[in-house]
């Protein structure tokens, strides 16, 4: 067991290419999916925290379940989208990395939606009165309050983030796992673990939490400056 | 520019309910401009209640809200409000002050100018740049008028804008009221400080258990209060005046 450990560390130091390879491909894959799942999610959230419609609370509910959505049959529905009998088979996506954006963006879509509504209602019900004092409008209220909580909606992101750089489930299902093509850390963890080669694993293991960390740590400070700064 | 005045403002027997308990019961009355109208009254009167009913913020569950001139939607609101505790955008405060100009359709190369103006008018110039949700709870109050201001309302309601400021902060912010009033803005204003009431009002509004008791012009509600509601508010608020009234 030690001896894995300090191989695994001695994996990390040498910075084997096969390795830096699956980390680049990782991060491209998880920040893409989180990027888009942000484009979508952030502006989905403000708009059923501020609208107010027939269905809103059953959509409201739908979408903290979906939270829950497990990887594996996120995965297997994008793996029936893409196949070549799928609706979208002629893309000849399944088993790109593509795919695993895809797949990964609708995994994390949930989550940062859910959050940032969380996030945006609360401030909502704070600035309401003021907002609509001054005559704003939803859709313009919704904006403003992006805009104005952007410092704590970080953390939807972040959570999103958090989803998918941990998932192996979905990628492992539309990305196939292939070598030097849609090989990423999860999905090599699970491999290299079942094959017996508990060093390359751990050494993945530790360089994938490093990495959520990292992001966190800056995520953090970013936030605590940001509240420094403007109250 | 020929739009009619949106006052007189009247209110035809207003009522709000919530949860089946009545908290505002018709309530009529017109409110004209020019001088300044003072809702008095315990907590729970129904004061705040009442300016949201005529700011638009509530509907009425009865009764009817009527401004001279009907507000046309998308066009920039003539009246504004100030709160208790100011709700401040985490932008600097001349930009919370062009974001509310940019909702009343002030173009774009105006709205500074007139910020700038408006802060100047609150004596918040030095700290146009700073971010307005680390004022302090004065600076944030006199950055909510500055933001009234700027759009020149022709009716500006005010929820005990000085409940939660210190004495020095209080009277900054009863100054700019006064300038407000001086420029020709109608102003309605809840408070709790009798004082203020005094100093500012022209006029009282004595609402009790969500009923308009009593109206008067404000020395006269003082010294002769002719509701037993507002005498026995008077004489709780002002115990050494219980003498005076009692003949």
Known sequence: MRGAFSEALGLIGSFDPGLAGIIVLSLEVSLSAVLLASAIGLPLGAALAVARFPGRRAVIVALNALMGLPPVVVGLAVYLLLSRAGPLGELGLLFTPVAMVIAQTLLVLPIIAALARQAIEDAWSEYEEQLRSLGVGEFDAALTLLWDIRFSLLTAVLAGLGRASAEVGAVMIVGGNIDGVTRVMTTAIALETSKGDLPLALALGMVLIAIVLALNAAAFLLKEAAQRRYG | ?247
């Open chain 2, 1 to 247: 520019m020929n739009r009619g005045s949106i006052l007189p403002l009247r209110l035809e027997g207003v009522c709000f309910g919530a949860g089946g308990r009545a908290i505002i019961e018709g309530v009529s009355v017109e409110l004209e401009a020019g001088s300044s109208t003072i809702i008095l009254g315990a907590n729970g009167a129904g004061k705040s209640l009442l300016m949201r009913l005529c700011h638009g913020l509530l509907a009425p569950t009865a009764g009817a809200v009527r401004w001279s001139a009907a507000e046309r939607p998308g066009a920039a609101r003539r009246q504004a409000m100030v709160f208790q505790r100011p709700v401040m955008l985490r932008r600097s405060a001349l930009a919370n002050v062009t974001y509310a100009l940019a909702r009343a359709n002030v173009p774009r190369a105006e709205r500074e100018r007139l910020a700038l103006e408006a802060l100047e008018s609150a004596g918040l110039l030095s700290l146009a740049k700073r971010p307005a949700r680390v004022l302090s709870g004065g600076e944030q109050q006199r950055l909510a008028l500055a933001r009234a201001w700027a759009l020149h309302p022709e009716v500006l309601f005010l929820d005990e804008p000085t409940a939660s400021l210190d004495p020095g902060a209080t009277r900054e912010i009863e100054n700019v009221i006064k300038a407000f009033d001086a420029a020709g803005t109608k102003i309605v204003m809840a408070t709790h400080n009798l004082g203020q009431a005094r100093r500012i009002g022209d006029e009282v509004l004595f609402l009790h258990q969500g009923r308009l008791v009593e109206r008067a012009p404000v020395e006269r509600f003082f010294s002769q209060p002719e509701s037993a509601e507002a005498k026995a508010f008077i004489r709780g608020e002002l115990p050494w005046a219980v003498g005076r009234l009692s003949h």
